[in-house]
């Protein structure tokens, strides 16, 4: 699959400059239009695992509005595997652009109740998920496990790692931020920021993907979910627009607006001591916000 180049854009602001320090934007967002940010990252090894052990269809998990669903249908179709979404919740009398652009990309779509679909997500029953589905490579929700995080790793490939003091990233099943705790230095801080609200487990599957104690130099903040996962309100919406004046740089408003506003917050709150340079990683999903109403964002 052909990645655009990965550029880095520095954000300028009273604030930062008062605070004394740096803030960079990696654009993971302008890789790929439809394989956005860290979900090409996420998918390369489960892709390659798939084809090593000789599968010819995949199988995954997500919601109505998930970039993993497209992303893995678009991956998908580019390797030659048939695709199929199980998606979260019983089907809806009209549908996202998420769940028509998977299956435009040619993924099945199969809709289960959120119990089912809870208890099969996972994935302590292969043997069931055989039964109900047929023979598939599994990829967890969100691409949640080791070849996620193996692929994630590279992201520090496309930088100077060494010169940043702090990454800072937009937090769903931890995957990403895992691999970017693995690849970082350890005088290098990992602050993630969870777009769910109240996430207990999180940070336990964090651990169980890091595969030791979590160190120090770890973070995580689960004070900016703007009351919920994919919730927004009308100061959310009003910071992704200024942001977007200020900066030209376009925020989704599941993730990476929140990761911003949370990143910016802790600026202020002079969690950053004066002399940083912290990188926050724009991890995409500028598709998921085809679910706003037309008109609300000025991009
Ligand atoms: C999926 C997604 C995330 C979450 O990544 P995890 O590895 O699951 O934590 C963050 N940002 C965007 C834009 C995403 O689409």
Do not use: C
């Not at 669903?69 to 919740?89: D, E, L, N, P, W």
């Not at 990454?167 to 230095?185: D, E, N, R």
Request: hydrophobic share 40%; aromatic share 12%.
């Amino acid at each position: 699959m052909h990645i655009n180049p990965i550029g880095i854009d520095p954000l300028d602001n009273e604030l930062l400059r008062r605070k004394k320090v740096q803030l960079d934007i990696l654009r993971l967002d302008e890789i790929h239009p439809v394989v956005s940010g860290n979900k090409w990252f996420k998918l390369q090894y489960y892709l390659i695992d798939a084809t090593e052990k000789g599968y010819d269809s995949l199988l995954t998990f997500g919601g109505a509005y998930s970039n993993h669903i497209v992303a893995t249908a678009y991956a998908a179709r580019q390797h030659g595997f048939k695709a199929t979404g199980i998606i979260r919740g019983e089907a809806p009398k009209i549908w996202s652009p998420t769940l028509l652009e998977a299956t435009a990309l040619g993924m099945e779509l199969i809709f289960l109740p959120r119990k089912i679909f809870g208890t099969l997500k996972r994935n302590d029953f292969p043997e069931e998920l055989e039964q109900r589905f047929g023979k598939h490579y599994i990829i967890p929700e969100g691409g949640y496990g080791k070849p996620g995080v193996r692929g994630a790793q590279e992201i520090m490939d496309t930088i100077k790692p060494r010169y940043y003091t702090h990454f800072v990233a937009a937090v769903g099943t931890g995957t990403t931020l895992t691999g970017i705790l693995q690849s970082s230095k350890n005088d290098q801080q990992v602050v993630g920021i969870s777009a769910m609200k109240n996430n207990h487990g999180l940070e336990a599957e964090i651990r169980h993907l890091y595969e030791k104690p979590l160190p120090e130099r770890f973070y995580l903040f689960h004070d900016y979910h703007f009351d919920g996962f994919a919730k927004y309100n009308e100061a959310l919406i009003s910071f992704i627009n200024t942001f977007y004046l200020n900066s030209s740089v376009p925020l989704d408003f599941v993730y990476t607006a929140k990761m911003m506003y949370g990143a910016l917050d802790l600026v202020k709150k002079g969690f950053f001591p004066a002399g940083s340079s912290i990188l926050t990683i724009h991890s995409g999903g500028l598709q998921g916000n085809r679910s706003l109403k037309e008109g609300l964002l000025r991009f």
